[in-house]
């Protein structure tokens, strides 16, 4: 038994080590990582946009009427190969944060996780990160928020955005995802880090900002 005990001090000791200790490797890797993250999202992006649709679906080699479909598909493969290599990365040295690889690589396994499924299994590592500023703390809070509006709840920061009906089955379009104390919500965002308001963000977002409660939400 104290043999046993020794030995995973000993491990943890060592991933604690290799956490506190640039890894450049492990920085390339991520820095690919980032890159696949983004390479679909980006037509992705400029497909939704009607005033860059035509221009890009020309550029395409794919016919425009499958053009979305092809290049989710893309990406929906490559976000589950980042996200197996992420788990492993998780596994082995808990969050990839600055010291280990430096910015803005350590935004590249949050990114990862903000587009998958297990937003619940590592918020608790990413709020640690965050607290610790080895990741900003918006990216923390973005989280949350994403995490809190799958479940059904109003969000803290306003960062996320939905176009879900409403419960009268009126259709607004995209509109910010309730927000719980919506009157202090811009006081929050500057403490978290964010550099816009919720009305300026939901203008980048290409939209106004009109307060949505809850109760108002079809779910």
Do not use: C
């Not at 396994?109 to 640690?128: F, G, M, N, R």
């Amino acid at each position: 038994m104290k043999n046993l005990i020794i030995a995973l001090l000993m491990i943890t000791a060592s991933t604690a080590s290799a956490q506190q200790k640039f890894n450049p490797i492990l920085k390339r890797q991520l820095d690919s990582v980032l890159a696949l993250d983004q390479k679909y999202r980006e037509i992705l992006t400029y497909l939704m946009d009607p005033s860059k649709k035509d221009s890009v679906l020309k550029t395409l080699p794919v016919k425009p009427e499958e053009a979305t479909g092809h290049y989710w598909k893309l990406q929906s493969q490559a976000d589950s190969t980042n996200l197996i290599f992420i788990e492993n990365v998780f596994n082995k040295y808990g969050y990839p944060g600055k010291t280990l690889v430096g910015e803005p690589t350590n935004e590249a396994a949050w990114s990862v996780v903000q587009h998958s499924s297990k937003i619940d299994k590592y918020l608790p590592a990413i709020k640690t990160a965050a607290e610790n500023k080895e990741l900003p703390f918006r990216l923390y809070a973005m989280m949350l928020d994403r995490q809190l509006m799958y479940e059904g709840k109003e969000q803290i920061y306003g960062s996320q955005a939905t176009s879900k009906p409403l419960r009268n089955g009126q259709k607004i379009g995209y509109y910010v995802w309730p927000i719980k104390d919506a009157a202090s919500v811009n006081e929050r965002r500057k403490q978290a880090g964010f550099d816009q308001t919720v009305e300026q963000n939901a203008k980048r977002l290409g939209f106004d900002y009109k307060v949505v409660k809850i109760e108002d939400v079809k779910w």
